[in-house]
């Protein structure tokens, strides 16, 4: 049986992992309220920068901010973004069972951003091409990302979606679709904006382009394309804070109640000890009153 002492080193012990899962727990709590106001100005960001692309276009089809003389590599480019360590769930591991029902190492080439994922992918022995930290601070630098986007005739990115503080998903969504989506996501914005505003259109008959409407346009694509990216990583990041708060406060929880139990342990053991060592007085006193009346 455990002694007192050893069951109260336990019980602080347990006590300070309800302290550090609770402090865990707030700051999630605080960062996906921070990261949630970042979405709503890079959606509104989008929306104006979309209403300038879709006048000048001249492709139906996006390019991801190509020149005409580029020519794509013909394979799939597969981004992978997951959390920069642990304790954020099982988010991670879902992720990446997804991806790799997907995976085929000759049609795919991989980025990956965010150390689990890294780790995850090299237990796996999966090879990837590029890898880059995820962003701690605010501002996120999407352009490395941007310039191996563009060599490729397609992109499909793997990300962690945020429905809600208890409900998080997996999903993987090709970028070229996912502009368009945005897009007339965005143009349902510009229209009514239009419908109060008497804007100027943005012709070639009303501004100069150069060095060519298609060299503007591809500019404009690679804007739109760092701001869909960030997006998709602002995304990811109230997921991963999500999915560490769920996970803090379930360790909150057991560790709450394993310290309760300890605590009860420790009494009982602490009476038990007590209660011993009375025996052993009164059976000690007997023991002398019987030795001195004979």
């Known amino acids: 049986m455990k002694q007192p002492r050893e069951i109260l080193a336990e019980e602080k012990a347990m006590r300070s992992i309800v302290s550090l899962t609770s402090a865990f727990e707030s700051l999630s709590s605080m960062k ?141 969504l090709d970028l070229g679709e996912v502009v368009n989506r945005m897009g007339r996501a965005a143009d349902i914005g510009v229209a009514h904006l239009e419908t109060k505003e008497d804007d100027e259109k943005i012709t070639e008959d009303t501004y100069i382009f150069e060095p060519s409407p298609y060299a503007v346009a591809a500019h404009i694509e690679s804007s739109i394309m760092r701001l869909a990216l960030a997006q998709f990583i602002y995304d990811s990041r109230l997921a991963q804070l ?15 109640d394993e310290a309760k139990a300890l605590h009860t342990q420790y009494s009982r053991a602490k009476r038990a000890l007590i209660d011993t060592r009375l025996k052993e007085a009164q059976a000690g006193l007997k023991k002398v009153r019987q030795e001195t009346s004979s």
Do not use: C
């Open 32 to 172: 996906i309220m921070q990261t949630k106001k970042k979405v709503l100005v890079s959606n509104q960001f989008f929306t104006e920068i979309w209403g300038i692309y879709k006048q000048i276009r001249v492709d139906v089809e996006f390019n991801f901010g190509r020149s005409a003389s580029e020519k794509p590599i013909e394979k799939e480019l597969l981004i992978l973004i997951t959390a920069p360590g642990g304790l954020s769930g099982d988010i991670d591991q879902r992720l990446v069972r997804k991806f790799r029902e997907h995976y085929d190492p000759q049609k795919n080439d991989i980025i990956v951003i965010g150390r689990h994922g890294a780790q995850q992918l090299d237990m796996a022995h999966i090879h990837y091409g590029q890898y880059y930290d995820l962003p701690q601070k605010d501002f996120i630098n999407v352009d490395p990302l941007v310039v191996q986007i563009r060599k490729y005739r397609s992109a499909r990115v793997f990300y962690q979606h945020y429905m809600s503080l208890t409900t998080q998903d997996v999903r993987d």
């Open 242 to 256: 999500a999915s560490r708060f769920r996970a803090m406060s379930a360790a909150k929880e057991r560790s709450t």
